[in-house]
């Protein structure tokens, strides 16, 4: 690991809060974690607390309002969408800086479990989905070690304000996640299906990107984590009170032009955008291979109009193995940066946050 890594370790004995989505992939986490997890977490000495969650935002509340006190982890066992309603109830809550010290664990029991896929991936394990990888990553826990993670605070022209630990997209990769939700029964074939679908009615999304390059000469030393807060405070989004959650430093106000040292895109016609936080987007798509957990940087992808589609199928082919840069597509372009803003020409196409959908509207993080 890094220099400059700090680790914790959990207790022992230890006991979890478990939030299990039943309904998450094929439907099978509740067996998933009867019959793989729990009998490795008894041996580990690790107590569990199952809250089986019963709609949407249950989960959300249930962290936002509780008193956690009582657990020493909150294990999200589910898709990577309970994880985003669990890292955004604990930030909804007054005493947000203390509950957010409160170690997370993914247990992948989704269709798309890509924050597992990326965990498994630093940890240094061989590439595996399924049964395979939910051990490895119930290991993870076992073992007790926890390590800090990047969030990203994403802010909308109407005035939202999420925060993600994924990633964010526009386009292709949004439309394919949305539109294949009708396969969930299949798991992870269902973004397969989905894709060659959105080949099939290739579109283009026109809007304006704009984002700050991270400072080449800066690298990922710890200085270049706590960038310099420009003076005096913007004004913040509607709905939240002065200081209770963190500022969004390095941002103007969306209404005004970005600030004058930020690069803006030539092109104003995409297939895709998306702004990825950890290294994969799905269990086998490893779209940003550099990036580490908390990097504090933002790996932007975006693929401009003009591209085949047999050109786009084998960026796609070759994201199952982190290789897609190596191809030299002149459409696709990556860079690492620590802030973006794109603003949508229509409100067309569907955004996504951590796979959630969001309506189309200007956004920036």
Known sequence: ????????????????????????????ALDDFQAVVQPMLAEADIATTVFVTERPHHAHEKVRDEDLSQWDTLVVMSGDGLLFEVVNGLMERPDWKEAMKK??????????????????YYAGYDHVAKKKLLTNCTFILCKGLHTQMDLVSLSTASGKRFFSFLGFGWGFISDVDIDSEKYRW???????????????????YQGRLSYLPVAPEQGSSPAARDPPVPNGHLPQPAGTE??????????????????????????????????????????????????????????????KAGISRVTLLKLFLAMSRGTHLDL???HLCYVPVRAFRLEPRVAAGVMTVDGEALACEPVQG
């Open 103 to 120: 170690p997370l664990c993914i247990l992948p029991g989704g269709s798309g479990n890509a924050l597992a896929a990326s965990i498994n």
């Open 328 to 330: 030299n597509c002149p």
């Open 242 to 303: 002065g200081g209770s959650v963190p500022p969004d430093s390095l941002l103007a106000p969306l209404g005004q032009p970005v600030p004058a040292h930020w690069t803006v895109v030539p092109e104003e016609e995409f297939v895709l955008v998306y702004a990825i936080y950890q290294s994969h987007l799905g269990t086998n798509l490893l779209m940003a291979p550099a990036a580490r957990l908390h990097d504090g940087c933002i790996h932007l992808f975006y693929l």
């Open 186 to 204: 299949l798991g992870s074939a269902r973004f397969t299906l989905g894709t060659l679908q959105c080949l099939a009615k290739l579109r283009v």
């Open 1 to 28: 690991s890094p220099p400059g890594d700090s680790y914790g370790v959990l207790p022992r004995p230890c006991h979890a809060l478990v939030l299990l989505n039943p309904q998450s992939g094929s439907g099978r």
